[in-house]
């Protein structure tokens, strides 16, 4: 059984299991900060702010998470001691910094009605299972005209097709420096306006 609750309803344990699924998630684009998903989880935890993030429990496990922030709101509120702390003086120090700078920051088009839709992964014991549709799914129906994700890897073909499949459309790509060395070419951003997708939808014919 699926379901999906916003972190703060789950206690303050859920704000270390959401970073769990998330550094497990990320894993590959984490690795500069630690390859031990455990100090991951200890570096990130303090950061999440669970009233941005929704969770999808499988039998009451954690399985999937993904942010919603609207206007000028964040998802992380980082904290350098934490960071070095959890990481090393010089390299907390540079892991909070690219933190700041690459995690943060509001939609550049925020604005009333528009929610943006990050951090999107699933626990990879759960990969497969139809978590990550599902907590889609959910976000979807949440009172907002428009949504948008941004910076989708466009060797990302599995998010890519999910987020398609729920309507999302293509609405720009931010190329890469050094592809070769990134290995791939481009971030992708997308947006969906669920209510007219609906319209579309009744207004299309009976197949019948």
Request: one cysteine or more; charged letters at 25%.
């Amino acid at each position: 059984m699926i379901e999906i609750r916003r972190a703060d309803e789950l206690g303050e344990d859920a704000r270390r299991a959401a970073a769990d699924v998330l550094v497990r998630g990320f894993a590959e684009d984490f690795a500069y900060f630690s390859k031990d998903p455990q100090v991951l989880g200890d570096a990130f935890a303090h950061m999440l702010l669970p009233e941005r993030f929704h969770v999808a429990l499988v039998d009451g496990a954690p399985a999937a998470i993904a942010s919603v922030t609207v206007g000028d709101q964040e998802c992380f509120a980082p904290d350098r001691r934490t960071f070095q702390r959890r990481l090393g003086p010089w390299h907390g120090l540079v892991s909070y910094h690219i933190v700041r700078s690459q995690f943060l920051g509001a939609h550049p088009e925020a604005r009333p009605g528009l929610a943006e839709i990050g951090f999107v992964t699933t626990a990879p014991a759960f990969q497969g299972c139809g978590v990550a549709t599902a907590l889609m799914e959910e976000l979807l129906r949440l009172p907002y005209e428009e949504f948008v994700l941004r910076d989708i890897k466009d060797t990302n073909a599995p998010a890519l097709g999910l987020y398609r499949k729920l309507g999302f459309e293509e609405s720009a790509a931010r190329p890469v420096r050094f592809a070769r060395w990134a290995g791939f070419s481009s971030y992708i951003s997308m947006t969906c306006r669920p209510a007219e997708r609906r319209q579309d939808a009744d207004a299309s014919p009976d197949p019948r």
